[in-house]
């Protein structure tokens, strides 16, 4: 144990006196933590949101149906609202949209007043994507109103509705009830010359097709003559939809009760920690590829210490150094930001799993290029690049392509971020780290074998 620990420390001297290394681990994560929390913005062309159907009725249907066919969306049929929730707070999308089971029944009920939901939870996380949502929500929903009164299946409906309530209704006089009474039966004579017009529209379409079926210029002619195709009347010859708005979205953050939505800084912090991740790797990497180079590893191999105790002492000062930045980037963001941390015991377990994950990962990227430092370095930083860019550590995970989304669950940043995500301000219960958590262990684990395995053939050789 004592000749681990004399390893250790003699390789956190070497990373404090080399500058380059130092900065990398220490100043330049928190360089990119202040940078992204400055800028933070934008949006992706499909944002990937959960949709959760609990109304079997046709105008639920419709309205679902509508959001998947919007390009700009991505959307994700999930059969219940706590499945919806928890692919939220776990980050794989950005809200949830529940559709209740009273929706069609208050549709038909807009006549008297009734109004259906839509439920929208957000992630506090992507609040620039979450207002997207929300705005296409709102967008939909007047289309549907549009539809809805200019339907007469469903415009029939709701009259009928609408004078069921008016009679049920106990808390009108005879008077106010006589009034609205009229306004519906005026209400029903628009609804019907409507339906007239659409029908006889619709009759003109079907007449126009048969025609140009017979004389195939019949169309170019009309077209020529100005006649053009009469289509479905317009919102402008049916009630104007926004002075009832019969669906409303109601949305809401997905949050604990106990905390506000987090700021900017708590979201990009975590980027922060991947860049210092990648700072030890850098520095502990190239420093054993060095050592090898001119034989001190060697020389070690000959004193009285087996490989497993070089690797083991150079793996805990890895794992020391990954610490001590995490515990500084922390330092920094809850006295300096004002981050607030929901679960210190769960960022404890994370900040430990992720260096354990980045130590064992540093002696596989060691062990797998031999003495030639130059190579190492360059061939450790590229595989290293690739990973923290497709893990989030540039550009947050929500604001890639879905391609990239995808290719970012084999990026153990990725799962890092996640992991330090659901401590801070996710809320993660222990059940909810079990995923990344156990990921990192496996990939730390992995690491030490691979290493250890790799640097056992070389000494052979």
Same mark, same amino acid.
């Given at each position: 144990?004592?000749?681990? =620990?004399?390893? #250790?420390?003699?390789?956190?001297?070497? =990373?404090?006196?080399?500058?380059?290394?130092?900065?990398?681990?220490i100043?330049? %994560?928190?360089?990119?933590?202040?940078?992204? @929390?400055?800028?933070?913005?934008?949006?992706?062309?499909?944002? $990937?949101?959960?949709?959760?159907?609990?109304? #079997?009725? $046709?105008?639920?249907?419709?309205?679902?149906?509508?959001l998947?066919?919007?390009?700009?969306?991505?959307v994700?049929?999930?059969?219940?609202?706590?499945?919806?929730d928890?692919?939220?707070?776990?980050?794989?999308?950005?809200?949830?949209?529940?559709?209740?089971?009273?929706?069609?029944?208050?549709?038909?009920?807009a006549?008297?007043?009734?109004? #259906?939901i839509?439920?929208?939870? *957000?992630? /506090? !996380?992507?609040?620039?994507?979450?207002?997207?949502?929300?705005?296409?929500?709102?967008?939909?929903?007047?289309?549907?109103? +549009?539809?809805?009164?200019?339907?007469?299946?469903?415009?029939?409906?709701?009259? !009928?509705?609408?004078?069921?309530?008016?009679?049920?209704?106990?808390?009108m006089?005879?008077?106010?009830?006589?009034?609205?009474?009229?306004?519906?039966?005026?209400?029903?004579?628009?609804?019907?010359?409507?339906n007239?017009?659409?029908?006889?529209a619709?009759?003109?379409?079907?007449?126009?097709?048969?025609?140009?079926? +017979?004389? @195939?210029d019949?169309?170019?002619?009309?077209?020529?003559?100005?006649?053009? %195709? +009469?289509?479905? /009347?317009?919102?402008?010859?049916?009630?104007? %939809?926004?002075?009832?708005? $019969?669906?409303?979205?109601?949305?809401?953050?997905?949050?604990?009760?106990?905390?506000?939505? $987090?700021?900017?800084?708590?979201v990009?912090?975590?980027?922060?920690?991947?860049?210092?991740?990648?700072? *030890?790797?850098?520095?502990?990497?190239?420093?054993?590829?060095?050592?090898?180079?001119?034989?001190?590893?060697?020389?070690?191999?000959?004193?009285?210490c087996?490989i497993?105790?070089?690797?083991?002492?150079?793996?805990?000062?890895?794992?020391?150094?990954? +610490?001590?930045?995490?515990?500084?980037?922390?330092?920094?963001?809850?006295?300096?930001?004002?981050?607030?941390?929901?679960?210190?015991?769960?960022?404890?377990?994370?900040?430990?799993?992720?260096?354990?994950?980045?130590?064992?990962?540093?002696?596989?990227?060691?062990?797998?290029?031999?003495?030639?430092?130059?190579?190492?370095?360059?061939?450790?930083?590229?595989?290293?690049?690739?990973?923290?860019?497709?893990? @989030?550590?540039?550009?947050?995970?929500?604001?890639?392509?879905?391609?990239?989304?995808?290719?970012?669950?084999?990026? %153990?940043?990725?799962?890092?971020?996640?992991?330090?995500?659901?401590?801070?301000?996710?809320?993660?219960?222990?059940?909810?780290?079990?995923?990344?958590? @156990?990921?990192? =262990?496996?990939?730390?684990?992995?690491?030490?074998?691979?290493?250890?395995?790799?640097?056992?053939?070389?000494?052979?050789?």
């Amino acid at each position: 144990m004592r000749v681990i =620990l004399t390893i #250790a420390a003699k390789d956190l001297r070497l =990373l404090l006196r080399d500058r380059t290394n130092a900065f990398f681990v220490i100043v330049f %994560p928190l360089a990119i933590a202040i940078f992204f @929390g400055s800028i933070f913005g934008g949006s992706s062309r499909s944002i $990937p949101v959960a949709v959760v159907i609990e109304s #079997a009725g $046709p105008a639920a249907t419709d309205f679902a149906n509508a959001l998947e066919k919007d390009s700009t969306l991505s959307v994700r049929i999930l059969p219940s609202r706590e499945e919806a929730d928890a692919s939220v707070r776990l980050g794989r999308v950005a809200a949830c949209v529940i559709i209740p089971k009273t929706f069609d029944a208050d549709l038909e009920k807009a006549m008297a007043g009734s109004r #259906a939901i839509v439920e929208v939870h *957000c992630d /506090p !996380a992507r609040q620039a994507e979450s207002g997207l949502v929300v705005g296409k929500l709102n967008e939909h929903a007047m289309r549907a109103i +549009v539809r809805m009164f200019t339907n007469p299946k469903i415009n029939s409906k709701m009259l !009928a509705q609408s004078k069921l309530a008016l009679v049920l209704n106990p808390n009108m006089t005879s008077q106010q009830r006589e009034r609205v009474s009229d306004v519906l039966e005026s209400v029903q004579e628009l609804f019907k010359q409507q339906n007239r017009e659409a029908a006889a529209a619709a009759a003109a379409e079907t007449s126009k097709k048969i025609a140009g079926s +017979v004389n @195939g210029d019949s169309a170019s002619n009309n077209t020529e003559n100005g006649n053009v %195709p +009469v289509s479905t /009347p317009s919102s402008a010859t049916s009630p104007d %939809p926004f002075l009832a708005l $019969p669906i409303k979205i109601q949305s809401s953050t997905l949050a604990s009760e106990s905390t506000e939505p $987090p700021s900017t800084f708590a979201v990009t912090f975590p980027q922060g920690l991947a860049w210092g991740f990648v700072g *030890c790797i850098g520095a502990f990497g190239a420093g054993m590829a060095e050592e090898r180079r001119r034989g001190t590893f060697m020389r070690l191999l000959l004193a009285p210490c087996t490989i497993f105790s070089v690797l083991a002492g150079k793996s805990l000062a890895c794992f020391t150094a990954c +610490v001590t930045m995490s515990l500084f980037m922390l330092l920094v963001a809850t006295l300096g930001f004002h981050v607030s941390v929901q679960n210190w015991f769960m960022l404890a377990l994370a900040i430990a799993t992720c260096s354990f994950a980045f130590s064992g990962f540093t002696m596989a990227l060691s062990g797998l290029f031999k003495n030639n430092e130059g190579s190492a370095r360059s061939a450790g930083n590229a595989i290293v690049l690739v990973l923290v860019m497709i893990g @989030g550590g540039t550009i947050p995970i929500a604001f890639m392509p879905p391609f990239l989304r995808a290719a970012s669950q084999g990026s %153990p940043f990725s799962w890092a971020i996640l992991a330090i995500e659901g401590a801070v301000w996710r809320g993660f219960a222990f059940t909810e780290m079990l995923a990344p958590l @156990g990921i990192l =262990l496996f990939i730390g684990a992995l690491g030490f074998v691979l290493g250890n395995l790799f640097i056992q053939k070389s000494a052979r050789a």
